[in-house]
């Protein structure tokens, strides 16, 4: 069976849809089978397209995150994916709390898959300037390979 990885953040329109472009392009190059896709815990950002900041680190790149668009977790997602991966703490407590008795989805935070940043929060850059979006792409791709690497080694 393969792998299907959720990324979540808060608002699904800055942190995970980078990290799952950037998780699209790692799977792509280790030649993984697996569905991607992110969500956010809270509704505010439903039906809306990826920060225009978070578009353009992507674009620079050299991805094009602009047809994705926002949505809220929902109780199937933890039936429906293998992996669950929250950017921080607070988004992976609150899929704790959200999670329903049947969830077969294995909880991680994505900087676990990051040795040596084991428990550590991908930052909100929501209210902070363009750097942080650099920043928060660097997070992500680390994620993005060490995760890779990691569902690679389950599967052998
Ligand atoms: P994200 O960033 O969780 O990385 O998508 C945020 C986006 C929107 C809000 C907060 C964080 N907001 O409060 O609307």
């Excluded at 849809?17 to 809270?42: M, N, Q, Y």
């Excluded at 999670?99 to 909100?124: F, I, N």
């Excluded at 920043?135 to 680390?142: F, G, L, P, Q, R």
């Amino acid at each position: 069976m393969g792998y299907s990885v959720l990324f979540v953040c808060l608002g699904n329109i800055c942190r995970s849809p980078l990290a799952e472009a950037a998780f699209r392009e790692e799977a792509r190059r280790l030649k993984l089978d697996v569905v991607i896709d992110s969500a956010g815990t809270g509704g505010w950002h439903v039906g809306d397209p990826p920060d225009p900041r978070a578009q353009a680190v992507a674009r620079r790149n050299g991805v094009d995150i602009s047809a994705l668009r926002g949505r809220q977790v929902k109780p199937a997602d933890f039936r429906r994916f293998t992996h669950i991966v929250a950017l921080d703490e607070d988004n992976l407590a609150n899929l704790r709390r959200l999670a329903p008795p049947d969830t077969t989805a294995d909880l991680s935070l994505l900087l676990d898959h990051v040795e040596g940043r084991e428990g550590q929060a991908v930052a909100d850059p929501y209210f902070g300037d363009d750097d942080g979006f650099d920043v928060t792409w660097t997070d992500v791709t680390a994620g993005a390979q060490g995760l890779a690497a990691a569902l690679r080694s389950l599967k052998a």
